[in-house]
């Protein structure tokens, strides 16, 4: 049911608390100032205009149901801290980090120490439903063959937890091995899985991101690398400016000009450019 159609059947039903609730208007789109920060949740698109057009500015609107989903995350993350903690393995949670270069930054979940060898480990809470969680992959006994696996099935929490692995043991002294702690929204069951990150997968995890920052510091707009109305597009947060910027909308494209001149004048391309 639409939000109008479930709107007027409240008010209809006079279902006044209802009706309340779904008159919240929740978050708009918007457009920020460029960062060309990459940043670990953004690393499983497959579209690099898609990448692209976030480090320049654009933020996605939320409705009041995606608000309460990602509270819903936070809320899980908040009892798994209290849980991990009470047995004595949270070393830090909701730890921020950034690389030497400020180029990449991220909030690591948790870092844990093995309760028999001190070792560190980096672990990312993945909460989904019980369809979702079902066909989450099983634990297979080589965790370079559970990366690829999981690169296959999850490709975006691979590459981001990937990337958290990857800052850990440069900065933090953890492990290469990365865990899973995936929770059961509908049942708060929960599984464990084991990856093993390498050179490649690691490379893998950042490419498409790299590749959307470099362009930006050109002051490049890539062109869209997908067909319109494209199956990828459809599933795409940005499809619709995408669009509009194909379309010459005003709005879209002054914000996307100003924020390449923007990274270039950053990235030293064009010194004296006003803006």
């Given amino acids: ?39 670990p949740s953004g690393a499983g698109s497959a579209c690099l205009r898609n990448v ?28 798994w801290d ?13 730890l921020r980090l950034g690389n030497d270069d400020q180029d990449w930054s991220g909030r690591m979940d948790f870092l844990v120490r093995h309760p ?11 909460t989904m439903n019980q369809f979702r969680f079902k066909r989450f992959p099983a634990q297979l006994e080589d965790r370079v063959a559970m990366t690829g696996l999981l690169e296959r099935y999850e490709r975006g929490y691979t590459y981001q937890l990937l990337q958290y692995v990857d800052e850990g043991m440069k900065q933090l002294g953890a492990e290469p ?38 362009a930006a510091r050109a002051g490049v707009l890539v ?21 509009r910027l194909q379309d010459g909308e005003a709005t879209a494209t002054v914000a996307v000009e100003r924020a390449l001149a923007i990274a270039r004048v950053e990235s030293g391309t064009f010194d004296d450019l006003e803006l």
């Avoid at 409240?10 to 990459?38: F, N, S, V, Y």
């Avoid at 028999?116 to 993945?126: A, D, I, P, Q």
């Avoid at 062109?223 to 995408?242: D, G, L």
Wanted: hydrophobic residues 35%; aromatic residues 8%.
């Fill in 223 to 243: 062109p869209p690398p997908f067909k319109r109305m494209s199956k990828t597009c459809r599933s795409c947060y940005r499809e619709a400016v995408c669009y």
């Fill in 52 to 79: 692209q057009i976030a480090m320049l500015g654009h933020r996605t609107g939320f409705t009041p149901h995606s608000l309460r989903r990602m509270r819903n995350g936070t809320k899980a993350g908040e009892r």
């Fill in 82 to 94: 209290v849980e991990l903690r009470g047995l004595g393995l949270v070393v830090e949670s909701e």
């Fill in 116 to 126: 028999m060898t001190g070792r560190l480990y980096v672990v990312e809470l993945k």
């Fill in 177 to 214: 091995e990365g865990i899973f702690l995936i929770e059961n929204t509908d049942t708060q069951d929960y599984v464990v899985r084991y990856i093993m990150s390498t050179p490649e997968f690691v490379r893998r995890s950042y490419d498409i991101q790299r590749q959307g920052q470099a």
């Fill in 1 to 39: 049911m639409s939000g109008l159609a479930k709107l007027f059947r409240q008010i209809k039903h006079d279902d006044w608390l209802g009706a309340a609730i779904e008159m919240q208007t929740g978050e708009p789109e918007r457009w920020e100032e460029p960062r060309l920060t990459i940043h």
